[in-house]
């Protein structure tokens, strides 16, 4: 998948930023706020980890909040992707339309939920992979 524009950023630094929005997503819901946007940082915690690998493995992207496309292009690199990381693909219906109201299904505590779960595998793989000196 061809860039928009040159990445910046090291791998340390958008693993950084995936643990931030985890971080944000796994924060109880304040009064008046929406599971859709607890959902939001946790697929943008999976998007930053994938990006992550990809600046690792010296691999251009461009600018996408398809979990999906970003893993296939891993594993099109050679990359091996495991079950939890490709289950993660769900992700993405919170990444634009559940957040804007009228534009997608309301977003339940269990999917809230599986989201952080699905979330965090994502980010604990992407860790372990910049970890790996190649």
């Known amino acids: 998948m061809p860039p928009d524009d040159p990445v910046s950023g090291t791998a340390e630094h958008w693993l950084a930023r995936a643990e931030g929005h985890l971080a944000l997503a796994r924060q ?20 930053f980890a994938l990006k992550a690998v990809y600046q690792h493995r010296g691999i251009a992207f461009r600018f996408t909040h398809s979990i999906g496309e970003l893993g296939s ?22 990444a634009v339309h559940a957040r804007y109201p009228g534009a997608g299904v309301p977003v339940s505590r269990k999917e809230y939920e599986s989201a952080v779960e699905l979330a965090a595998a994502v980010f604990a793989w992407a860790r372990t992979v910049v970890a790996r000196t190649e």
């Open 73 to 94: 292009g891993l594993e099109a690199a050679g990359e091996s992707i495991p079950y939890e990381v490709r289950d993660s693909v769900i992700l993405t219906r919170y």
């Open 28 to 47: 109880p819901k304040p009064p008046g706020a929406f599971w859709e946007d607890l959902a939001f940082h946790a697929q943008q915690a999976a998007e």
